[in-house]
């Protein structure tokens, strides 16, 4: 069965510090993956997705993450963190099912403050 | 292009009762799925929608269900309601039912009173 763990359910970080977030994944056949960002009150945005094609992913707002295999991580980071990037992260893996692949696997989530 | 849109934004019912939700996806989207947000069980899948046919189901009780129409629209019941179904229930669209991409709307807040 494919899963996800987040490490951490509460990140906090100062304005311009680096963001790291931690998400494992279990899958018996190659993942899809992806993180997607949830502000309060609203639904969720994708911020990147991993489809096989290159390991170091690149999303919005400046987030990218880095699939290794040996690993089973899916990390999320940014350089420098915003303001704007407070809210809860969610990592989450694409389960195959007969052949349809949408259904998504959620990790907890794990909320980021910064503090300016 | 307009995002995916669910309706009503709020609702409050009582136990017992029964609701139903909307969703339209995307204009060209055909893949509807259904999620359930809450602070103690984190984000369900309920079930997926694609051309008018459930393709996939999660873990939850029969009260559950949904059906979509041939504009793609699609709309989920609970039936009986209980407590616990108090929650975020978040609608996403795909273009089809093997695309990786979903687009979420911004999901209907059901209290259960």
């Known amino acids: 069965a494919q899963s996800v763990t987040q490490l951490g359910s509460h990140v906090s970080v100062s304005e311009g510090a680096l963001v790291l977030l931690r998400c494992n994944y279990s899958?018996?056949?190659?993942?899809?993956l992806f993180w997607y960002v949830q502000y309060p009150n609203q639904g969720l945005q994708l911020l990147l997705k991993y489809t096989s094609a290159a390991t170091l992913v690149k999303g919005i707002n400046g987030f990218e993450a880095e699939f290794k295999k040996s690993e089973t991580s899916f990390h999320l980071t940014k350089p420098s963190a915003h303001m704007s990037d407070a809210a809860e992260y969610f990592c989450a893996v694409s389960v195959t099912t007969g052949g349809a692949t949408n259904k998504l696997i959620f990790g907890t989530g794990t909320l980021l403050a910064v503090q300016p | 292009k307009a995002g995916v849109t669910q309706t009503p934004r709020y609702l409050i019912k009582t136990r017992g009762q029964q609701v139903t939700l909307s969703c339209s996806p995307i204009s060209g989207h055909r893949s509807v799925s259904w999620y359930q947000q809450t602070p103690g069980q984190g984000l369900q899948f309920l079930f997926e929608?694609?051309?008018?046919?459930?393709?996939n189901k999660g873990n939850f009780p029969g009260r559950f269900s949904g059906r979509q129409f041939s504009n793609s629209r699609s709309e989920m019941n609970v039936s009986t309601l209980e407590l616990g179904d108090s929650a975020l229930y978040l609608c996403a669209s795909s273009l089809s039912s093997s695309y990786n991409e979903q687009f979420f709307g911004p999901g209907t807040r059901l209290t259960v009173l």
């Open positions: 929608y694609f051309s008018e046919t459930q393709r």
């Open positions: 899958s018996s056949v190659p993942p899809y």
